[in-house]
């Protein structure tokens, strides 16, 4: 099994743009698909990333999802903060012989 | 529009048993896996198992194998999520999703708080 893990929390001013990194322990993080995960303060989750870099139809071009294989992680980008985009945000892959693994949340506050 | 809808609050004592659900609409039902996620209260989100409703392929977290049962209706296109014997540590929010095996584009349901307590 691999671990996904992430910053517990971030922060950043309106309008500027913040990355949230997750890092795979082991295996390809590029053999793979990694997802993201955005939840609100007493909300399900939503699906803002997903197959690495795309968006579901629905979600702003302020997100953007990339891999580095270099650092074996997954990143989630968002410019253009807005106070709404204050959430905790999941990463998740998969391999072959391991059922879905999360990452351990990340806090973006945006002040 | 594709939904899914779940059960309402539970409020259980340890030892009950217990079936939640998940009902898929606007979609074909068989044609995408359905899972459950847990989030335990102020934690994370962590993967219960998911199955397939066109041949009821079923995989489990091996954390949780044995502990819950993962079903579906294909008549009703509603997946379960079931406890035989409740414990106090099942206390959690869970929420079903429709996913690709790996994740991929997951569709979340609103969720269900299960409550255990004595």
């Known amino acids: 099994n691999f671990m996904l893990t992430q910053p517990h929390s971030v922060s950043e001013s309106p309008g500027k743009t913040i990355t949230i990194s997750c890092t795979r322990s082991s295996g390809n993080v590029a053999g793979s698909y990694v997802q993201w995960y955005q939840q609100r303060p007493g909300s399900a989750p939503t699906t803002v990333i997903y197959d690495d870099d795309r968006r579901p139809s629905g979600i702003p071009d302020r997100f953007s999802g990339s891999i580095d294989m270099s650092s074996n992680s997954a990143s989630l980008t968002i410019s253009g903060l807005k106070t709404e985009d204050e959430a905790d945000y999941y990463c998740q892959s998969y391999d072959g012989s391991t059922p879905w693994v999360f990452g351990g949340g990340t806090k973006l506050t945006v002040l | ?118």
Request: hydrophobic share 30%; net charge neutral; with cysteine.
């Open chain 2, 1 to 118: 529009e594709v939904q899914l809808v779940q059960s309402g609050a539970e409020v259980k004592k340890p030892g009950e048993s217990l079936r939640i659900s998940c009902k898929g609409s606007g979609y074909s039902f068989t044609s995408s896996w359905i899972g459950w996620v847990r989030q335990m209260p102020g934690k994370g989100l962590e993967w219960m198992g998911i199955v397939y409703p066109g041949d009821s392929d079923t995989r489990y977290s091996p954390s949780l194998q044995g502990q819950v049962t993962i079903s579906v209706d294909t008549s009703i296109n509603t997946a379960y999520l079931q406890w035989t014997s409740l414990k106090a540590s099942d206390s959690a929010i869970y929420y079903c999703v429709r996913a690709s095996h790996y994740g991929g584009n997951v569709m979340w349901g609103q969720g269900t708080l299960v409550s255990v307590s004595s």
